[in-house]
C-alpha cells in the first residue's frame, strides 16, 4: 500500500527538527535546574533558620550580659525585629516566668505574620503541610543559666517574601532564556538549513537541467558539506560524461554519413550514366560499380564491429594461448600478399604464454600485421616480437614502411582517421581497424602505442598485462 505522506521542504524540515531539539533541551534543563536550586534553596533556607534562632538567642544573652538582667525594652526591641522575620520570640527567666511574650505583646501581629507565611507558602506549595514549631534555646551566663527563649515559627521551613522573590526572579529568568533558545533555534535552525538545501536545489536544477538535455549549465558553487560536493560533483562529471556520448553519437552519426557518400555517389552516376545511355553498361564500369558496393559492404562490416568492440562493456572471454604461435598461424594467411610484395618476415621464436581472449587478440594481430604489409614498401621486412618485461606481456610489430608524420601520429586511432585518404581509398581501409585494435587491448587493460619516422617505417607496441 502507497502511504501518500505529507511532503516537507527539507529546510522547513531542518528547521522544525532544530527547534523540536532546542525545546527539548530548554524543558529538560528548565526542570531539572529549577528541581535541583529550589532544593538547594530549601536546604539553605533551613540552615539559615537555625542560624537566625541562634543569633536572637545570643542577642537576648548579649542583653542580659550588658544590663546584668532582663530589660524587657530591649527584649521586645529584639522580639519586634525577630517578629519582621517571621519568628515569635518568648523568654522566661531561670525560675519559668515569663519575662516577654511576642504574643502577648501583640497577638494579632503574630497571627497575621503566621496568615502571611501560610498564603505565601500555599501558593508557591498547593500541597505544602507546614505546621507551627517551637524550639527552646537555654541563656547561659558565666555557665549559667538564667532563663529560655523559646522560637517560633512555621516549621519544617518556609519563605520570606524576599525568599520568594528570589525565585520567582530565577523562574522569569528560566523561561527568558528559553525563550531566548527557542528564537535563536529557529533563526539558526533556519540559516543552517538553508545553507544545506541551497546547494541540494542547485543539483537538483541542473539535474533537470541535464534530463532536458542542457548540459553545459554546471554547478560551481562549492559546499563544505563532503557529502553535497560529492554529490555536486557526479553530477558535474555525469553531465561531462553524457555530453561526451552526445558529441561521440553525434560525430559517428556524421563521419558513417560522410563516408558512405562517396561510393553512392560515385555508384548513383555511374548508374546514371549508364540508364541514361552516356556509358555502355559493360563489364569494365560493372566491375567498377561492383567494387564501390564491396567497399560500401566492408564499411557496413567495419562497423559492426566497432559497434561490438568499442561499446563499454566487451565481453572478454579469456584462456591461456601461445601468443607467438598465434602470430605465426595468421602469418601464413598473409604469405600471399607478403610474396607479391616481395617482403620479408621475422618473428621472435620463444613461446609467451597470455591470458587473453584469443579470438579478439587475433583481431588485434590481423590488424597490425596488415596493416604493417599494407603500408610496408616493396622489398621490405615486418619484424613481430614477444617477450615479458616488468610482469608485462610486450608485443612490437615494426615494419620498413613509409612511416606516418608527427601530427598524424595519435589520431590514427581515432575512428576513420585515415593520413591519405585517396590512398586509403585506394587500399581499401576505412580507418576503423586500429579503433577497433586499441579497444580491445583497452578492454584487456593494457595499452598501444605507435613510434614512426617518415620514409623509414613504423613500430607499434601493445602492452598487455599477465593475467
Ligand atoms: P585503415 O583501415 O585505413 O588502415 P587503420 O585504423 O588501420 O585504418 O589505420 C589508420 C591510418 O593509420 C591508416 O589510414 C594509415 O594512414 C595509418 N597507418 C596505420 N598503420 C600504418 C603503418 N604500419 N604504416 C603507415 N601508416 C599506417
Not at 141 to 161: A, C, D, H, L
Request: hydrophobic share 40%.
Amino acid at each position: 500500500m502507497v502511504v501518500n505522506k505529507l511532503k516537507q521542504s527539507l529546510r522547513t524540515k531542518l528547521t522544525i527538527s532544530y527547534l523540536a531539539v532546542a525545546a527539548l533541551c530548554v524543558i529538560l534543563i528548565s526542570i531539572f535546574s529549577n528541581l535541583y536550586l529550589e532544593r538547594q534553596f530549601r536546604s539553605y533556607v533551613k540552615s539559615n533558620q537555625e542560624k537566625k534562632n541562634l543569633e536572637i538567642v545570643a542577642l537576648i544573652t548579649h542583653q542580659y550580659e550588658m544590663q546584668q538582667g532582663f530589660n524587657e525594652t530591649s527584649l521586645q526591641n529584639i522580639g519586634i525585629s525577630a517578629l519582621d522575620n517571621g519568628l515569635i520570640v518568648q523568654v522566661e527567666d531561670a525560675q519559668g516566668k515569663p519575662i516577654w511574650d511576642a504574643l502577648e505583646f501583640n497577638h494579632g501581629r503574630c497571627l497575621n505574620m503566621m496568615e502571611n507565611i501560610h498564603t505565601n507558602m500555599m501558593s508557591r506549595y498547593p500541597n505544602w503541610k507546614g505546621e507551627y514549631v517551637t524550639k527552646e534555646y537555654p541563656i547561659m551566663s558565666n555557665f549559667q543559666r538564667v532563663g529560655k527563649v523559646f522560637i517560633g515559627y512555621y516549621g519544617p521551613f518556609y519563605f520570606t517574601e524576599s525568599d520568594l522573590e528570589f525565585i520567582n526572579s530565577l523562574n522569569i529568568v528560566f523561561i527568558g532564556v528559553g525563550i531566548l533558545a527557542l528564537v535563536s533555534a529557529i533563526v539558526l535552525g533556519n540559516l543552517i538549513a538553508r545553507g544545506i538545501s541551497r546547494p541540494i536545489k542547485n543539483v537538483i536544477s541542473t539535474a533537470q537541467g541535464i534530463s532536458r538535455g542542457d548540459l553545459d549549465n554546471k554547478i560551481v558553487e562549492q559546499s563544505t558539506i563532503r557529502e553535497i560536493d560529492s554529490l555536486t560533483g557526479s553530477i558535474n562529471s555525469m553531465a561531462d560524461i553524457l555530453k561526451q556520448q552526445e558529441q561521440l553519437r553525434k560525430r559517428l552519426t556524421a563521419d558513417v554519413a560522410h563516408e558512405l557518400r562517396t561510393p553512392l555517389t560515385t555508384l548513383q552516376s555511374h548508374l546514371e550514366a549508364m540508364i541514361d545511355g552516356i556509358w555502355e553498361a559493360d563489364s569494365a564500369r560493372l566491375r567498377s560499380c561492383h567494387d564501390e558496393i564491396i567497399r560500401i559492404s566492408r564499411l557496413v562490416g567495419d562497423l559492426e564491429k566497432l559497434a561490438r568492440y568499442e561499446g563499454e562493456n566487451i565481453i572478454l572471454n579469456k584462456t591461456e594461448f601461445d601468443l607467438v604461435e598465434l602470430i605465426k598461424s595468421i602469418a601464413m594467411n598473409f604469405e600471399k600478399k607478403m610474396l607479391d610484395k616481395n617482403i620479408s618476415i621475422s618473428i621472435s621464436n620463444e613461446p609467451v604464454e597470455i591470458f587473453a581472449d584469443k579470438d579478439k587478440i587475433s583481431q588485434v594481430v590481423i590488424n597490425l600485421f596488415s596493416n604493417a604489409i599494407k603500408y610496408a614498401k616493396e622489398g621490405g621486412n615486418v619484424a613481430l616480437s614477444v617477450f615479458v618485461e616488468e610482469g608485462k606481456t610486450i608485443m612490437k610489430i615494426k615494419d620498413t614502411g613509409i612511416g606516418i608524420e608527427k601530427e598524424h601520429l595519435q589520431r590514427i586511432f581515432e575512428r576513420f582517421y585515415r593520413v591519405d585518404s585517396s590512398r586509403s581509398r585506394l587500399t581499401g581501409g576505412s580507418g576503423i581497424g586500429l579503433t577497433i585494435t586499441k579497444a580491445i587491448i583497452e578492454a584487456h587493460r593494457g595499452t598501444i602505442e605507435v613510434q614512426s619516422e617518415v620514409g623509414e617505417g613504423t613500430e607499434f607496441t601493445v602492452t598487455l598485462p599477465l593475467k
